[in-house]
């Protein structure tokens, strides 16, 4: 019988500059992303070895790979990164376990997240640092918050002191 647990029983730190990106990896993921990925590192420490085959070609985990190599996240892991290594018998076993890794992460659903919003707002969290923690730009927490307009422009600038003067540029 198989032992499903075999790679994540030997988790091992290695130097980052060993490893591989493969050569067919369809997902892309956006700069705001990456930047979101990082600060869930900072945030939760790493979480998610990275999977490797035996040549150390990544399987999964190339963004997590990509931004380890970027600061702080190099000087903090030393150059280190977590890896766990699988074997497979060909080459199209390593693409299923690529594209399966990226499917199964699934998508956010509109009725959870609003209520997650919801929630957090009244807990009491700036939308500053929801927008910092989750990665979303302050209109898309409007969005979900179901807050009016000016209700949510009144949290966005709750403790700011000093407005710049606006004034015209060209009359129509």
Do not use: C
């Not at 035996?54 to 030393?78: A, C, K, M, Y």
């Amino acid at each position: 019988m198989k032992d499903l647990l075999k790679p994540v029983s030997n988790v091992q730190l290695i130097n980052r500059e060993k490893l591989l990106p493969n050569d067919y990896n369809p997902n892309v993921v956006s700069k705001d992303n990456l930047e979101l990925l990082k600060q869930s590192i900072l945030s939760n420490g790493w979480t998610m070895p990275i999977v490797i085959r035996p040549d150390f070609t990544i399987i999964d985990g190339f963004h997590r790979w990509l931004i380890s190599g970027q600061e702080p996240l190099v000087s903090l892991l030393n150059g280190m990164v977590p890896v766990v290594i699988v074997e497979h018998e060909d080459k199209s076993k390593d693409i299923y376990g690529t594209i399966t890794h990226n499917r199964a992460r699934g998508q956010h659903l509109l009725e959870p997240m609003r209520r997650i919003i919801k929630d957090l707002l009244a807990e009491g969290k700036t939308v500053k640092e929801i927008s910092k923690e989750l990665g979303m730009k302050p209109e898309e927490i409007f969005r979900l918050s179901d807050i009016s307009r000016d209700e949510f422009l009144k949290m966005l600038t709750k403790g700011v002191k000093d407005y710049n003067k606006a004034y015209i540029v060209k009359e129509i």
